[in-house]
């Protein structure tokens, strides 16, 4: 698949659980996603649509061998802990 591709499809599949994010903040628990509890996550959430297209890579190809059911929600753990993979993965190559 070509990494321009990839890199867009990953995008929009982080802005997708980004705005699934806000709608369950706004109308669900009824609080606005930029008031202060939920600032936290919702700046954390938005880091995640940039960090998951490497750590989508990455952590697809440990899983593909995996259980079918695994392997399907891959996508939504890999948006959620991409900004600390990244993290690790940072300090671990400036060491």
Known sequence: MNDKFTY????????FF??????????????????FP???LTIYFFIS???LTP???EFG???KDWNAIIANYSMIVAYLISPIWAAVKYFKECN
């Open 61 to 63: 190809g440990k899983t």
């Open 8 to 15: 867009l499809l990953n995008i929009v599949i982080g802005i």
């Open 49 to 51: 649509i940039f960090t």
């Open 18 to 35: 980004f705005i699934f994010y806000i709608t369950i903040v706004n109308a669900i628990l009824n609080h606005d996603a930029l008031s």
């Open 55 to 57: 750590v989508s890579t």
């Open 38 to 40: 939920y600032i936290i």
